[in-house]
């Protein structure tokens, strides 16, 4: 590994005290070609322009590196968002990741035979998560979350699934809004809907509140007989003293498998599963996102016992055999370890939530910071936030930015970039709250107002 260091930002592509609206023509164009080819528009919710700024967002990118991304129509934006929805933990195009990846597309990256990477990939993440002995490899997360839902019904021979959180849209998960359409309300993601989903999947759903163990232990009470899992994330926010414990506690005296869906928070904290600092262990464990910096990698890594149970069902297909995926992951996990890049990352989170709340507070405008600091979120606690929020986005737009509700830390971020986004923030925090104060919000929007969460395009 190189050990290439974060590069400092070019200029602001709009200076911070002469800013002028974003011209994103020829990407308003696409979007509307797409919205009539592609069902929904995009291939992940997440990524929907409309969740951002509706008729205004960049929508595609044309090239990226570091921490810049550049549209169609020529703009160049400082990401200090979702930064390729958490995957890039790097930074775009990491030079070490991506030279190891070119490396293998012309050695030939899928043959008759397997990838010797997968099982330097396997005995990497063991190494890394000492009470694991076994690992499983796919491409995303959401189906690694439904293949480690299946091992651990097969393992245990039961049926029920006790959750929180968000974890993807496979039956397994969208099952739960067969009982109670608002089931999956308040985990993360409001109006999934589950038509599609084979009614007869109803029941076996049961959902909780994070730090809520009274709820796990009266789901565990009633369907003990027949809980296969308990399956949450392991950190959203800080996990109250006990919970974590407690919830291992409960699938101890039920035998359901404890899994934690570490898709989001692996990787950010430390070299691995979040779980590792926060001292309680799984008996599964999935991880994507991060692990490959941005490149369709995922894992399911577990006790031997219970991963052993997935020779006696089928999981299998011919795309998690290519080389790619496996070989990034090798090269992001090392480069992340050798770099202390979690450190970084903690880093540039904190600044970021530091300046959010002295640049709220400058304005006096009331607003919330949470999350890990490599995963922070901002939220305005106004009336009718999500008019302010998308004027925020706006904003932001227009003084070179990428901006919105979160800030998932990159290595590619400097204290530059911090700086120039803060000081960008200060301005627009003041202009938010003069809009509120005026009952102008709205208006002073060029388009509509960003969607929250799940809605069809009509």
Known sequence: MTGTAPTAPKANPVRRNEPKPVNTAKGQALYNKARRLIPGGTQLLSKRPEMFLPGGWPNYAARAKGAEVSDLDGNTFIDMSICGIGATVLGYADPDVDGAVKAVID??????????EEVELAELLVELHPWARMARFSRAGGEAMAIAVRIARAATGKQMIAFCGYHGWHDWYLSANLADDSALDGHLLSGLAPKGVPRGLKGLMHPFHYNDLAALKAIAQTHQDNLAAIVMEP????????FLEGVRQVANETGAVLLFDEVTAGFRINTGGIHLTLGVEPDLAVFAKAMGNGYPISAVIGREKIMSAAQDTFISSTAWTERIGS???VATIKKFRDNNVAKHLVRMGERVMAGWKAAAEAAKLP???DGIAPLAHLSFKIPNPKPAMTLFTQLMLDRGYLARDGFYAMYAHTDAHVDGFIAACEDCFGIIAGAVKAGRVEQELRGPVAHAGFQRLT
Not at 107 to 116: C, D, E, K, Q, R
Not at 235 to 242: C, E, I, L, S
């Open 107 to 116: 050695a030939g990256s899928m043959t008759t035979l397997n990838a010797p």
């Open 235 to 242: 950190v959203r926010n800080m996990p109250a003293p006990g």
């Open 327 to 329: 070989t990034a992951a």
């Open 367 to 369: 607003v919330a910071v």
